[in-house]
């Protein structure tokens, strides 16, 4: 069943982050935003088992399915593997979803978060690919994907040995072109080259790229002075090929009207204005990094079995986004099979073969107070 792209909109409503009133989504806002964003003529919602601690499902129901026909938007939901523990989780799952959201069906339907081992086993040992495919044959769902959060290597072993995959979602914006750990533009090339259509997650970065250093903004509002600065993180996710939808996760009515704007009006980046972006890529990532080539001279003889490069590497990804999630997720997989920063006794051994000649010992230091306290 393939997806008809010219009835996508640009701009997609992520519902993870949505307003809220004395700790609890506000009902009133949401409701505007929804109404805002569909008298735009835009309709693709997206939420997640998980997100405003279950309630968000429930935000869609009262927010847009009980107000609006439910032909007249697109409703996408995922299923949480940390959730399955037994077979009968999934259909459990899925028909509580359908509950809380109101419908009978979700247009589409993703495997939630997959990365390397954790959510990709469960999702294999409870044989959700092919589960995803029933729902889909039984109208429960219209359109089955998933979101990636993992390797380009298990990216690529996924879609090419499961082509009922109908899209895949990954994170991409600017900066985490060059994200060591998210790794975006591999994962956008291998979804290109295969013609996968992408939703893009976090073109925004949670915000980041919409409130800059001042020097960098400047470097914006020269160039395009009636133009916000979220607007330039949009236009550029917006202006690569085979990306259907680009989600933002707006938290109030300005957000929305200013991304509104930007996608009813939208202007593909010019040749300058890509140049423009790199030009402020390099200077956000200017931040003083380690430089470890990753050579993994240290790691053969460490006592400690740490994997020193790793630690670097999300120390960096840390030193660029310090509250990045993901990057700490990596270190917890990089630690669970090694040592953690903390275990460092200081031996040594790596700075005597560390062809950069590194403080390894004083870094380590470092890395462990940022990681592990």
């Not at 925004?204 to 330039?232: C, H, T």
């Not at 009813?264 to 380690?290: G, M, R, Y």
Request: charged fraction near 25%; aromatic fraction near 10%; proline fraction near 5%.
């Amino acid at each position: 069943m393939s997806i008809d792209l010219s009835k996508m909109p640009k701009l997609g409503f992520g519902m993870m982050r949505l307003p809220e009133k004395d700790g609890v989504i506000d009902h009133e806002q949401v409701c505007k935003m929804v109404d805002d964003y569909m008298k735009a003529g835009m309709n693709y919602f997206d939420t997640a088992y998980v997100y405003h601690g279950g309630k968000s499902e429930v935000a869609a129901r009262e927010a847009l399915v009980k107000r609006y026909p439910r032909d007249s938007f697109m409703l996408a939901t995922k299923l949480p593997a940390w959730e399955i523990k037994q077979p009968s989780d999934v259909d459990r799952l899925v028909n509580e979803q359908l509950s809380r959201a109101g419908v009978d069906y979700f247009d589409f339907y993703l495997l939630h978060s997959i990365e390397d081992g954790h959510n990709y086993d469960t999702y294999v040992k409870y044989d959700c690919f092919n589960w995803g495919v029933k729902k889909r044959e039984e109208g429960k769902i219209k359109h089955l994907g998933f979101s990636f959060h993992g390797t380009p290597g298990l990216l690529k072993e996924i879609v090419d040995s499961h082509p009922e995959i109908e899209f895949v979602q990954i994170q991409l914006n600017y900066l985490d072109r060059k994200n060591q750990v998210v790794q975006s533009q591999a994962l956008y090339e291998i979804l290109a080259e295969r013609n996968i259509p992408m939703i893009i997650m976090e073109p925004v970065k949670g915000g980041m790229l919409a409130n800059m250093q001042p020097a960098i903004e400047e470097v914006f509002k020269a160039r395009q002075p009636n133009k916000s600065i979220a607007s330039w993180a949009l236009r550029f996710v917006g202006s690569l090929p085979g990306v259907m939808t680009i989600l933002s996760g707006m938290s109030n009515e300005e957000q929305m009207l200013d991304n509104i704007n930007t996608f009813k009006n939208f202007e593909p980046l010019a040749e300058d204005e890509f140049k423009l972006v790199d030009e402020v890529t390099e200077k956000v990532l200017s931040t003083p990094q380690i430089g470890c080539t990753a050579c993994r001279y240290c790691c053969d003889g460490c006592p400690m079995k740490i994997s020193i490069p790793d630690v670097f590497r999300t120390v960096n990804t840390l030193r660029y986004y310090p509250n990045d999630w993901r990057a700490k997720s990596f270190y917890s997989r990089v630690s669970q099979s090694g040592g953690k920063a903390s275990d460092c006794i200081g031996c040594g051994q790596c700075e005597r073969v560390c062809p950069q000649h590194l403080p390894i010992i004083d870094l380590m230091k470092e890395a462990a107070e940022m990681l592990d306290n």
